[in-house]
């Protein structure tokens, strides 16, 4: 029986659900991030849902034709973003990392 965090917080947040949740966000409708991502409506739905339920709160108002942030989903947008960016950013970051020194024969 896994044990849950405080706060809600039970399983790992995935690179996903933030995407997805970003996508809504700036879309404003499940429809329109459905189509940004490639993705049909029900497993967006689902990732939305599952973060929700990771952080245990609503992030969402969900309106007749569209969704709006709650408070707590205006407080995690910039986060999220934060999140997607540094995520995107690795492979440049790592391509121009310098290289280790050649761990050569050090006599021993």
């Not at 029986?1 to 809600?8: H, L, W």
């Not at 399983?11 to 459905?34: D, R």
């Not at 995107?88 to 006599?107: E, L, S």
């Amino acid at each position: 029986m896994g044990r849950s965090r405080p706060g809600g917080l039970g399983g790992a947040m995935s690179f996903e659900q933030l995407e997805s949740f970003v996508a809504v966000a700036e879309e404003g409708s499940v429809v329109h991030a459905a189509r940004r991502l490639h993705l049909t409506q029900p497993p967006l739905s689902r990732r939305i849902q599952a973060l929700e339920d990771e952080l245990g709160t609503l992030l969402f108002t969900r309106l007749g034709r569209g969704m709006r942030l709650t408070p707590a989903g205006e407080r995690l947008l910039p986060h999220a973003r934060t999140i997607l960016s540094a995520v995107a950013d690795t492979p440049r970051v790592v391509q121009w990392a310098p290289d280790p020194p050649d761990r050569a024969d050090d006599g021993g």
